[in-house]
């Protein structure tokens, strides 16, 4: 069949890594490939935040030799919600004896259920639920009779909706500031420090260029240590005390935070 008789209708209006459209724009589709002078229709508009997806997949077409029509520009927008005339159609065709609106942000719920009441279904058969709301319903009335706990689902390796919230917020913190273990060798009889401490850094300065300051923050840890007394040895101490003043010094010299992790090893 000719190519210019060929229509194509695929997936990706937005973007999505594994649909058809950006696997044609990465060259990875396995029966399908830009063809200089093809053209490209998207027929939606972008959702708020997949925009920079979207235009990557725009460039990559046009590179191919593609003609793309997109955005406003190009009045292409399919939408994909009914208008309220075709809502209260199907109001008036299913005649529902109760009505709950479900899809959208709340406002948009209570709009909906407004369209209901307008044609006919009482206000006490129309409900606006939130997420967690349990409904029952028998064939005279229906009311809402208590909450389940609802929400975010988070997935970690083979752990499933048990990652807490500490642990959540460790993550953040080490993608953003990395982290710095502080080695510490103290000798188990006397409780003294043995040699100076090592600090191993990741993710938080480049051990290179930052070696000046690594070494002053050495110098620190070495000196906070020497004057501790008989509290030397004590984990708690090197906790508190070397991880407080780590978080300073790093601050007044990066403007950053890395996680400290002190680690006493007794020789």
């Known amino acids: 069949m000719p190519h210019e008789k060929i229509v194509i209708i695929t997936t990706g209006s937005q973007g999505e890594p594994t649909s058809g459209l950006v696997r044609i724009a990465n060259r990875d ?139 959540l917020r460790n993550r953040r913190m080490l993608s953003r500031d990395g982290i710095v273990v502080v080695i510490i060798a103290v000798n188990k009889q006397t409780g003294k420090l043995v040699g100076r401490p090592d600090i191993v850094s990741r993710g938080f300065v480049d051990t290179n260029e930052s070696k000046d300051m690594l070494e002053e923050s050495r110098d620190l840890v070495a000196k906070i240590m020497d004057h501790g007394g008989k509290h030397t040895a004590e984990r708690g101490f090197a906790d508190n005390k070397v991880r407080a003043a780590l978080n300073r010094f790093f601050y007044e010299q990066t403007k950053r935070r890395p996680m400290i992790l002190p680690v006493m090893v007794r020789v």
């Open 29 to 167: 589709h396995r029966q399908l490939n830009i063809i200089k002078g093809d053209t490209v229709v998207y027929s939606a508009s972008p959702i708020p935040g997949n925009e920079s997806l979207i235009n990557r997949t725009v460039d990559s077409l046009f590179k191919q030799g593609a003609d793309v029509y997109y955005g406003r520009m190009a009045q292409t927008h399919v939408h994909g919600h009914a208008s309220q005339e075709e809502l209260k159609l199907l109001l008036n065709l299913v005649k529902p004896k109760f009505f709950m609106p479900i899809h959208g942000e709340y406002r948009h719920l209570n709009l909906h259920a407004k369209l209901a009441q307008s044609v006919g279904i009482p206000q006490e058969n129309t409900f606006l639920l939130e997420d967690g709301d349990i409904l029952e319903l028998n064939p005279q009335s229906g009311k809402v009779t208590g909450k389940v706990a609802s929400g975010n689902v988070y997935v970690d390796g083979l752990s499933v909706g048990d990652v807490g919230g500490i642990v």
